[in-house]
């Protein structure tokens, strides 16, 4: 990588700090050349410290260190992304992240669609809904509907209608979130599964 560390007249360079898996955005850091330098040598994050005016690693006192899995450069050659496996919380009052959000896997709009499923069953007598009325029904009746989604997609695949595989594909999948649910988990239970399968 060619670093432009002569860019500012500090010889500082920004370094987003990432979760290599969880992709959350930690903190924001500087690096000079020694700075980088030992970040690759020792494979702990070390950053130039505006207020000690001194190489600082992260976790040197705490031991929240911030374990170095890559390290990018930006198309203009003036900031990094640092990728990392954090040891322990990443900001020093204590929480993930220095935005105080929890450093947790994100999958976007299923998130958000765990979280609904999540509220109607625990508001289910607050408010009337259909999966508020599955959870009432109880484990066997979602179970069951899981059952008849399967049956509805394995029917439309072997037709040529996209359209139709594809909405009963989207019922199969969400009900199924509903059954993890209902047996105390999430789809993050599974998709470790599924990562611990692919590493071995």
């Known amino acids: 990588m060619k670093i432009n560390f002569n860019k500012n007249e500090d010889g500082l360079v920004p370094a987003v700090i990432q979760d290599s898996e969880t992709k959350s955005v930690l903190m924001l850091g500087y690096m000079n050349e020694e700075a980088y ?113 399967a049956i509805e997609v394995v029917i439309e695949a072997k037709d040529n209608n996209d359209d139709l595989f594809l909405s009963e594909s989207a019922d199969l999948f969400f009900h199924y979130l509903i059954l993890l649910q209902a047996k105390g988990f999430q789809l993050k239970d599974v998709l470790s599964i599924l990562e611990d399968r692919s590493n071995k």
């Not at 979280?115 to 508020?132: G, L, P, Q």
């Open 37 to 149: 330098a030992k970040t690759v040598e020792t494979k702990k994050v070390t950053f130039f410290s505006r207020s000690k005016n001194r190489l600082w690693t992260k976790g040197e006192e705490s031991g929240n260190f911030l374990n170095l899995i890559d390290i990018k450069i930006d198309c203009d050659n003036d900031t990094f992304l640092v990728k990392v496996k954090p040891q322990g919380p990443t900001c020093h009052m204590g929480s993930d992240t220095c935005w105080q959000e929890s450093n947790n896997f994100e999958y976007g709009f299923i998130t958000k669609l765990e979280e609904t499923i999540k509220s109607r069953r625990e508001n289910a007598t607050a408010e009337k809904s259909y999966v508020a009325s599955l959870f009432e029904e109880g484990i066997n009746k979602i179970a069951q509907k899981v059952g008849e989604e």
